[in-house]
């Protein structure tokens, strides 16, 4: 029997992306990166959405529309992740609100309007 994570209202269920390599070449084990002083190091970290709840409700019961969708590369805080161990594999269940960027490929920025901070 196949098991899954189906996350509830604004729930996101992520696959990390953990580089295990920083930018000066030197090797981080599972351990050190599980370690919560590497985690003030490296707060941000990337990973697959690989479920999305239906999103918050609002007041007459609807669900909201969620912003992510399955198969986005997501930046999120490694304070907010909450872990699951499911059939021997780790998955991340984090809020939508604690997202903190979708990745997106600049293939397609023209459909989109470019960031313009003032």
Do not use: Q, W
Request: some cysteine; overall charge negative.
């Amino acid at each position: 029997m196949s098991r899954y994570l189906s996350p509830p209202l604004d729930r996101i269920v992520v696959e990390p992306i953990v580089e295990t390599v920083t930018k000066g070449g030197i090797l981080v084990p599972k351990e050190d990166r599980d370690n919560p002083k590497m985690k003030r190091r490296m707060p941000t970290m990337l990973g697959k959405v690989l479920a999305v709840g239906p999103g918050p409700r609002r007041d007459d019961g609807a669900h909201c529309e969620m912003g992510v969708e399955i198969g986005d590369i997501v930046a999120y805080h490694c304070a907010v992740e909450v872990p699951v161990t499911l059939d021997g594999v780790e998955y991340i269940v984090i809020d939508e609100s604690a997202l903190i960027a979708i990745v997106k490929d600049r293939g397609n920025c023209e459909a989109e309007r470019p960031f313009d901070p003032f």
